[in-house]
């Protein structure tokens, strides 16, 4: 069965101090491994994509690196406006799914 | 700008009431999908569809219907046999083929139920 689980649920950080959220994932066929964070009320916003084993992205304070099991979004010297869910979703091989994991809810503190 | 629509942004359904939750966009995408998102909770998928009056059910599509009609709208019913309707809705779209195969999403509907 495809499924994706991410890890922790809640992640409370003062502002600086850095950690990192997990996503592991059983994905028939793995065509991507997506990152998107999502603020209160409003749609989900993309983050990355990952491919293959190895891969690893990175965007001001974010970075994401993939394995055969799992991704990591490593968030370093965060501030309180990273404060969001993000959530890690893996494609399907065959046909056009998108698994999307429960998310990881960030509050940075000042 | 290319984008994803969603009407409205706050719905309020009655009991025994069937409402339409809209979705359209400008992105050229022949992949679309509509999920549901409680609190607390990742997002579940509803239906989708990958061409025009084509589609397919998700984990949760007891309760909904959709059509695709046309190539840029997805709209969702949500009808009187779907018990517990209260969530937030997102509409998304991708391409569907090639590397660049993210998931747009537009910025969403919150259904209530009075």
């Known amino acids: 069965e495809d499924q994706v689980t991410q890890s922790p649920e809640a992640l409370r950080l003062q502002e600086g101090e850095s950690s990192s959220l997990n996503c592991s994932y059983t994905?028939?066929?793995?065509?991507?491994l997506f990152w998107y964070r999502q603020d209160p009320g409003k749609g989900p916003e993309f983050l990355f994509t990952l491919y293959s084993a190895g891969e690893e992205k990175e965007k001001e304070r974010l970075k994401a690196t993939l394995t055969k099991k799992e991704s990591f979004l490593h968030i370093t010297a965060p501030k309180p406006e990273d404060s969001a869910t993000y959530l890690c979703?893996?494609?399907?091989?065959?046909?056009?799914?998108?698994?999307f994991g429960t998310g990881t809810s960030l509050t940075v503190i000042p | 700008d290319g984008g994803i629509t969603q009407s409205p942004k706050y719905l309020f359904r009655k009991e025994g009431q069937n409402v339409t939750l809209s979705c359209e966009q400008n992105l050229n995408h022949d992949a679309m999908y509509w999920y549901r998102q409680d609190p607390g909770q990742g997002l579940r998928l509803i239906y989708y569809?990958?061409?025009?009056?084509?589609?397919q059910k998700g984990d949760i599509a007891e309760g909904y219907s959709v059509s695709r009609e046309k190539k840029e709208s997805f709209p969702l019913t949500v009808t009187s046999a779907q018990k517990n309707p209260t969530a937030f809705y997102l509409c998304?779209?991708?391409?569907?083929?090639?590397?660049?195969?993210?998931?747009?999403f537009g910025s969403g509907t919150q259904l209530s139920v009075l």
């Open positions: 998304a779209s991708t391409t569907g083929t090639g590397r660049n195969e993210k998931l747009y």
């Open positions: 569809s990958q061409i025009v009056n084509d589609f």
């Open positions: 994905v028939s066929g793995l065509r991507g």
């Open positions: 979703a893996g494609r399907t091989g065959s046909g056009n799914q998108f698994y």
